[in-house]
């Protein structure tokens, strides 16, 4: 499983020009799914996103933890995060097929919520146009399970 963390002043997602879900401060998530991703590999990476100490204390240090930051979180699916660009078209084999990526998503965002995050998102497969306004720019690629690096 893959994220791409993007620390934001504020997110939205909309679909076909309606605003679905929009969060001020806090981590703005697209969430990859890999073929061979199981339920502890979902478990892991919301432990990291909820976990992930990437604001700023006092001295300037990213050291506070997003609960401490009073952080919110937009995860939005993204099975292009597993792109294989070895051609110039890229492939998309890597990625789970919805029937397993989409469970083990909820599943993440589930988690998040159960410990105690605000948490929108986006609909699953749509096409969805996503806005952030990202802050300090600070993004983070986590990657858990059979891709971990």
Do not use: W
């Amino acid at each position: 499983m893959r994220a791409v963390i993007t620390r934001v002043l504020s997110a939205s997602v909309s679909i076909d020009g309606n605003e679905v879900s929009k969060i001020g401060k806090g981590f703005l998530v697209l969430l990859g799914v890999h073929k061979n991703d199981t339920e502890e590999n979902a478990k892991k990476m919301a432990d990291k996103i909820c976990g992930l100490r990437i604001f700023e204390d006092e001295n300037g240090k990213m050291n506070i933890s997003p609960k401490d930051a009073g952080a919110q979180l937009l995860i939005v699916s993204q099975f292009t995060l597993y792109a294989d660009c070895s051609s110039r078209r890229p492939g998309f084999s890597d990625a789970a097929r919805p029937d397993l990526s989409k469970p083990l998503y909820e599943l993440v965002v589930s988690q998040c919520r159960e410990r105690g995050f605000e948490t929108g998102t986006g609909e699953f497969g749509a096409d969805m146009k996503v806005e952030s306004v990202n802050d300090g720019p600070v993004t983070i690629v986590l990657d858990v399970g059979t891709t971990e690096v």
